[in-house]
């Protein structure tokens, strides 16, 4: 049983890897294929900046999709109702004083 549940993490760790992997050879392409569209070409300073940009433009959306989602988080926050809170009893406290016939009960 502990060997088939180390195989079913490894197997799905693998699987993220791989998948990680495939999205950064794809950014590669597409950063090489923008910067060579544009005339620049691998080793020299034009191809160099041209990558950097890309790069750069490509954090700079990483940033703004998840300050998004931040700002979105927040204000689903803000838009829920408050929690109901459930009353809690008053405790009261009584007394009673016998007087002859008559019972006296003063509660607080």
């Not at 549940?5 to 490894?10: C, E, R």
């Not at 926050?77 to 405790?91: H, I, K, L, S």
């Amino acid at each position: 049983m502990r060997a088939l549940i180390l195989l079913a993490v490894g197997t799905t760790l693998a699987g993220c890897a791989e998948y990680e992997q495939r999205q950064a050879e794809q950014q590669m392409a597409a950063a090489d294929g923008e910067c060579r569209s544009y005339g620049f070409q691998p080793g020299t300073d034009g191809y160099a900046n041209c990558r950097m940009n890309f790069a750069n433009r490509q954090a700079a959306t990483r940033t703004a999709v998840f300050e998004s989602w931040m700002a979105n988080q927040q204000a689903q926050q803000r838009n829920q109702p408050a929690p109901y809170m459930v009353p809690v009893p008053r405790q009261t406290n009584c007394t009673s004083a016998i007087n002859g016939q008559t019972v006296n009960t003063t509660c607080n």
